[in-house]
């Protein structure tokens, strides 16, 4: 039975540091080969035996069980100002191969898309590809309500002036 040794996708063999064995020593023969399948792959190997006198090199196909990679999403806490716009969350993930899908969550129930004033749960997920395991991440989305009004601009009126006729002039954003 040959020796298995478990990788990752994309990892060259010089980054594998194989199991020491007390009679002798296993080496890849093309260290800067890189490990582009899934699952067994067969690469080439020498077993240099420390007596030579007795034993002889031994030129052998070696399987490596390469693992997916993990994905990662990068994506935080977001709060952002009512603007009557679809709010898109800013994600990513650490790999080109995947799509993100977004969940969204307002008051216990799925909704569509992140628009109206409220806190969203969101739940970001990278399916699993042929290279990258699933993964999910979960983040808070806080939409808040904009000012109808500045504030501090100051508001001018004739005596007399009926409220309905004062331009109050909306904040812009």
Not at 28 to 51: R, S
Not at 159 to 168: A, D, R, V
Request: aromatic share 8%; proline share 3%; charged share 20%.
């Amino acid at each position: 039975m040959r020796p298995v040794v478990s990788a990752n996708y994309n990892q060259k063999l010089s980054e594998i540091t194989l199991e020491k064995l007390a009679n002798g020593v296993i080496t890849f023969d093309d260290l800067n080969y890189i490990l582009n399948e899934i699952g067994n792959v067969l690469v080439d190997a020498t077993f240099t035996p420390n007596d030579q006198e007795n034993y002889n090199i031994i030129h052998f196909k070696l399987t490596i069980n390469v693992l997916k990679l993990d994905s990662v999403i990068t994506a935080s806490n977001q709060e952002i100002t009512f603007n009557n716009q679809v709010y898109k969350v800013a994600a990513n993930t650490n790999n080109q191969e995947q799509t993100l899908e977004f969940i969204y969550t307002l008051n216990g129930k799925v909704v569509p898309e992140i628009k109206e004033v409220g806190t969203y749960n969101v739940v970001i997920v990278a399916k699993e590809s042929a290279h990258y395991n699933e993964a999910r991440k979960e983040i808070v989305v806080t939409v808040n309500p904009k000012q109808a009004i500045d504030p501090d601009k100051e508001i001018r009126a004739v005596y007399g002036t009926k409220l309905s006729e004062i331009n109050f002039n909306e904040v812009e954003g």
